[in-house]
């Protein structure tokens, strides 16, 4: 088995009880993540953007994300995060209580990695956000994007990897 990586959640939430689930879960698990909390998409920009009161913040590795949310909805949040090259590769799991397909399409159109539909028993609840831990910070490969450099032609490339290698001889 792979050996687990510390991952930064940030969870964008509107419903009290539907937040402290999710804490409740990842602390229960192992407690080796950390997750931070806002309550709707406005803050989820402006945690991003790192605005007042959000200055101190670490970018996050993975964000959980309601759709249906007061001021900037979730699908507002994947349009802006997904249009900035700074947030892009962050990736974004919609974790939300809408199963209708309208939302899903429009969440994958608009690149989220993945559309997960809340299970109203708390015992199935308490097993996704486990397999969403272990699967986001344990096997997903993400793309180092603090570790990375810039290239010339805007790319981010990482710095341990070999952009010239060696010519084939002919034989």
Known sequence: MKSKTKAHFLL?????DHAELVE???KKIDGSNSLERVCNGKEAIAYLMREAPFTEVKRPDVILL???MPMV???EVIKFAKS???????PIVVLTTSNAEQDRIRAYQAHANSYVVKPLDFTLFQ???SDLEEYWSQWNQS??????????SGEIVH???DQNPPSRQAS
């Open 159 to 161: 710095p341990s990897l």
């Open 66 to 68: 309601d759709l249906n």
């Open 84 to 90: 900035n090259p700074d947030f892009r590769t962050i």
């Open 143 to 152: 793309s180092s994007h603090d570790n990375s450099e810039h290239s010339q």
């Open 127 to 129: 097993k996704l956000v």
């Open 24 to 26: 409740f879960s990842m």
């Open 12 to 16: 964008v939430e509107d419903d009290d």
């Open 73 to 75: 909805n979730g699908h």
